[in-house]
């Protein structure tokens, strides 16, 4: 592919109709992220929960013939691993980060062991027939020039996730929980002392944070692929975490970092047709990631410095 094709090829509906398709995992993640980084306990097991997510849906899927059995089997995990990580953090008193790294270490061996048992193939899933979740026709997009075609035609985790953006801010900042979880999070001690539970909260949190996590894995390999591949997240979880931070820990802030990173990956798939070293159009999102986040640093430095 020429690179006037290209760039004809960025600038289509069709670019940036699949910028939000690869953008919605890391915003379900990021905002499961953005719940418990809020409540004080980040949860940096969000890769593992989204790989356990995406292999437990294809697998159960498969058995059942249906992507909604799948879809809950998937939840579920995912709620297991996120309970699991708080019972550990605020029962047993493990480091938070370092639990969180050995529940994503379990999860990228684990799933490629349990693949392994289930069909013999160390790499996909695509010896069991999966099944995936049902793709929205919205009529009245049709006929919208331009809109139309970005904004028609996708899998129904897709809408459901810009939907959470509006959802998880509805829930942070017009609710009782919203607010008992952010005060938790800037002072667990004050906020104790007004009588509220510091640890059921951040179960809670915990709790969502991992099913938003899971929306998101389970949406990687019953929307937008339509298997489970080894290590498919590739970084997602932790992208997902920048992203938090990169959107000033604000729900919309979070979708638009997510749609950037988003867009890096997307645009990276398409110079991928140009003769380039596949080496450095790889590196494309995981280096967008960095920048941004250097640059959001030095944003956050220089503010500091006017208050002073």
Not at 57 to 66: L, N, P
Not at 113 to 133: C, E, I, P, Q
């Given at each position: 592919m020429s690179e006037n094709e290209v760039l004809r090829a960025i600038l289509s509906p069709a670019f940036l109709a699949s910028v939000l398709r690869v953008t919605t995992p890391i915003l379900l993640a990021a905002l499961g992220g953005l719940v418990s980084e809020l409540a004080g306990v980040i949860n940096i097991a969000l890769e593992g929960i989204m790989l356990t997510a995406a292999?437990?849906?294809?697998?159960?899927?498969?058995?059942?013939?249906?992507?909604?059995?799948?879809?809950?089997?998937?939840?579920?995990?995912?709620?297991?691993?996120?309970?699991?990580?708080?019972?550990?953090?605020?029962?047993?008193?493990?480091?938070?980060?370092?639990?969180?790294?050995?529940?994503?270490?379990?999860?990228?061996?684990?799933?490629?062991?349990?693949?392994?048992?289930?069909?013999?193939?160390?790499?996909?899933?695509?010896?069991?027939?999966?099944?995936?979740?049902?793709?929205v026709d919205v009529p009245l997009l049709e006929a919208v020039p331009i809109l139309g075609p970005v904004l028609n035609h996708h899998n129904v985790m897709v809408y459901a996730a810009f939907l959470m953006v509006g959802v998880i801010a509805l829930l942070l900042y017009h609710t009782p929980w919203g607010i008992h979880v952010r005060a938790v999070g800037a002072h667990p001690e004050a906020a104790a002392s007004v009588g509220l539970n510091v640890r059921a909260l951040r179960y809670q949190a915990l709790l969502?944070?991992?099913?938003?996590?899971?929306?998101?894995?389970?949406?990687?390999?019953?929307?937008?692929?339509?298997?489970?591949?080894?290590?498919?997240?590739?970084?997602?979880?932790?992208?997902?975490?920048?992203?938090?931070?990169?959107?000033?820990?604000?729900?919309?802030?979070?979708?638009?970092?997510?749609?950037?990173?988003?867009?890096?990956?997307?645009?990276?798939s398409q110079l991928g047709n140009l003769r380039i070293p596949p080496q450095w159009v790889q590196m494309i999102p995981y280096v967008a990631t960095v920048m941004a986040l250097a640059v959001y640093a030095i944003v956050q430095q220089a503010a500091a410095r006017r208050y002073l």
């Open positions: 292999f437990v849906g294809v697998v159960i899927s498969a058995y059942t013939q249906s992507a909604w059995a799948g879809l809950a089997a998937a939840l579920a995990a995912s709620a297991i691993l996120a309970l699991g990580l708080a019972f550990l953090h605020l029962e047993l008193k493990a480091d938070l980060i370092l639990t969180g790294l050995a529940f994503n270490l379990l999860a990228s061996g684990g799933t490629v062991f349990a693949l392994y048992s289930l069909t013999g193939d160390k790499g996909t899933s695509a010896k069991l027939a999966s099944r995936v979740m049902p793709t969502l944070s991992g099913l938003l996590a899971g929306l998101g894995g389970a949406y990687m390999s019953m929307g937008y692929l339509q298997i489970f591949q080894r290590d498919m997240t590739a970084g997602r979880g932790f992208i997902a975490l920048a992203a938090v931070f990169m959107g000033g820990r604000h729900p919309l802030g979070t979708m638009l970092a997510a749609l950037l990173f988003g867009a890096a990956d997307t645009l990276a």
